[in-house]
């Protein structure tokens, strides 16, 4: 088929739904209702992508495509890009806790890159070894960030610490923790400062363009 629509159209186009994913892992498969670490989670929706258009969020876990099962990120994105722009397909997903199916239209693939410089500023968090800053218009524009991403700027991340192996990088945005969304520096370090000692905290993180949950791990004392 790619042959055929290369001689047809003079170009290969794919199938493309705007949204960022992620594999769904043994350590964030709990957050999201998972009984296993199996699925394509979604970690970003592009505005008036079909994606959006479809409905999709942040958080939903695409398990399957027509009654084909989704393992993982890279499975969905074969499955996706197979298909032709203008293609409706029926996604099973998983919100919540809760099985729905999603009818989504495909369009053709468009791209975009943001590089992602580093920030200033920054209020310390010795526990996750993070320091956060708000989100300036002046930051904003360092970091090159689009309208649309909402969060708090990473302005130091401590070496070693649960932040640094999580690969959190000073320049980054954490949009989200424990699925909470959070929009001032003060608001990060509050959700932070209410997760149980010992517990591991979930961030949705941007960076360079793109959207990732990561997982902190609390360093055990001693």
Not at 2 to 7: F, G, P, R, S
Not at 123 to 131: F, Q, Y
Not at 157 to 186: C, H, L, T, W, Y
Request: net charge negative; proline share 6%; hydrophobic share 35%.
């Amino acid at each position: 088929p790619t042959v055929e629509a290369l001689i047809r159209d003079g170009k290969v186009s794919h199938g493309y739904m705007g949204i960022g994913i992620n594999d769904v892992t043994p350590d964030n498969a709990s957050f999201f209702h998972m009984d296993n670490a199996s699925g394509a989670l979604v970690s970003q929706v592009e505005p008036n992508s079909p994606g959006a258009k479809a409905g999709l969020k942040t958080g939903d876990v695409i398990t399957g495509v027509n009654g084909s099962a989704v393992t993982d990120a890279g499975k969905l994105q074969v499955e996706i890009g197979q298909k032709q722009p203008g293609t409706t397909v029926k996604l099973d997903v998983v919100r919540d806790g809760k099985k729905i199916t999603v009818p989504i239209t495909l369009e053709a693939m468009g791209s975009d890159n943001n590089d992602t410089e580093s920030a200033d500023s920054a209020k310390g968090k010795p526990r996750w070894g993070l320091g956060l800053g708000d989100l300036t218009p002046d930051v904003r524009q360092q970091v090159q960030a689009p309208s649309g991403v909402q969060g708090v700027v990473v302005g130091t991340v401590q070496p070693g610490s649960p932040a640094d192996n999580a690969g959190i990088q000073r320049g980054d945005i954490i949009v989200e923790i424990n699925r909470k969304p959070v929009e001032s520096a003060s608001d990060a370090a509050k959700v932070l400062g209410e997760v149980p000692g010992g517990k591991d905290a979930l961030v949705l993180v941007w960076s360079n363009g793109g959207s990732s949950f990561r997982v902190l791990h609390p360093k055990t004392e001693g």
